[in-house]
């Protein structure tokens, strides 16, 4: 009896990994495919603007002033939040980086 269930759930389990696998496959097919278009998309977007270098440069800065102010009014202080706050930096610094290479 246990031995029948644990046999449909190995099954269920390897056939949402190879589920899974396969997703993350065409993922990365799609991806390869639309390099070309996305790099054009880039360079005619971001090009007039501001750049993305020196973007880069003022959303770093602004970026770290937001992880600071996070980090004192959280509460648990620096030490408590760092893993969140890692993952908020890269996740802020990529958003305002491509705001501002496309606004300014």
Same mark, same amino acid.
């Given at each position: 009896?246990?031995?029948?269930?644990?046999?449909?759930?190995?099954?269920?389990?390897?056939?949402?990994?190879?589920?899974?696998?396969?997703? =993350?496959?065409?993922?990365?097919? /799609? $991806?390869?495919?639309?390099?070309?278009? %996305?790099? &054009? +998309?880039?360079?005619?977007?971001?090009?007039?603007?501001?750049?993305?270098?020196?973007?880069?440069?003022?959303?770093?800065?602004?970026?770290? =002033?937001?992880?600071?102010?996070? /980090? $004192?009014?959280?509460?648990?202080?620096? %030490?408590? &939040? +760092?893993?969140?706050?890692?993952?908020?930096?890269?996740?802020?610094?990529?958003?305002?980086?491509?705001?501002?290479?496309?606004?300014?």
């Amino acid at each position: 009896m246990v031995g029948e269930t644990d046999n449909k759930d190995k099954d269920e389990s390897r056939k949402i990994a190879i589920a899974l696998i396969a997703l =993350v496959l065409v993922l990365g097919v /799609a $991806i390869l495919l639309m390099l070309p278009m %996305l790099s &054009e +998309i880039v360079t005619v977007h971001l090009s007039p603007g501001l750049g993305l270098k020196d973007s880069a440069v003022i959303s770093f800065f602004v970026t770290v =002033v937001i992880m600071i102010v996070f /980090a $004192i009014t959280s509460g648990d202080g620096l %030490l408590g &939040e +760092i893993q969140f706050i890692l993952g908020g930096f890269f996740l802020f610094f990529v958003i305002i980086w491509l705001l501002v290479a496309w606004i300014f």
